[in-house]
């Protein structure tokens, strides 16, 4: 019977509204699976970036984690540029009160951690400190997945034969919002 009123009161917090994934203790995970790289140095490149995240909501609205960033970049005729990259990410996203979309919100993204860009045959390659900072939007297709865009300016700080490398990349991806103990234990005593 214990396992039954488990399942029911995860399947009650799975359904829960688009307020309540951005609520303390839930958890996010997911990332960016496409980034199209609007570059400032070469505007005609494209790239594929795989940008794995996870994050815990601190407070409502709040969420601290981490992310991983792995990336190859390639053009006809260019060099090819590998990216990497790994560090700590923090998101606000709005209230309520200014939601555009009924099941839509607007977030702020911030990243900084340890970085690279390499390009090979010679090209520029830069290590060192990573820093991004972009406002994005969440649209809930369910209560607990969310398709997402971000709009990011990157800045690469660092070693190598180029001390200083930034773009500004338009990324799309999916979050899935788990609800944490706290949203469950309130789930299972609204139930009863």
Partial sequence: MKKITLLFVLAVA???????????????????????????????????????????????????GGYVNLGIQTAKGAPTTTTYGVGALGRYYTGKDAEVLRHGRFFAEGTV?????????????????NLGVGPGFAYFVTPNIGLETLLKYNGLVGFGNQTYQSNLNLSFGFQIYLPGKSTARKVESDVR
């Fill in 14 to 64: 799975f359904c829960a509204s688009a307020s309540a994934q951005i609520q303390k203790g839930n958890v996010l995970i997911g990332g960016n699976l496409s980034n199209i790289n609007l570059g400032l140095d070469d505007p005609k490149v494209f790239s594929f970036d795989i940008t794995p995240k996870a994050a815990w909501f601190i407070q409502d609205n709040v969420a601290l």
């Fill in 113 to 129: 951690g340890v970085g690279g860009t390499n390009v090979s045959d010679g090209g520029g390659k830069t290590n060192g400190l």
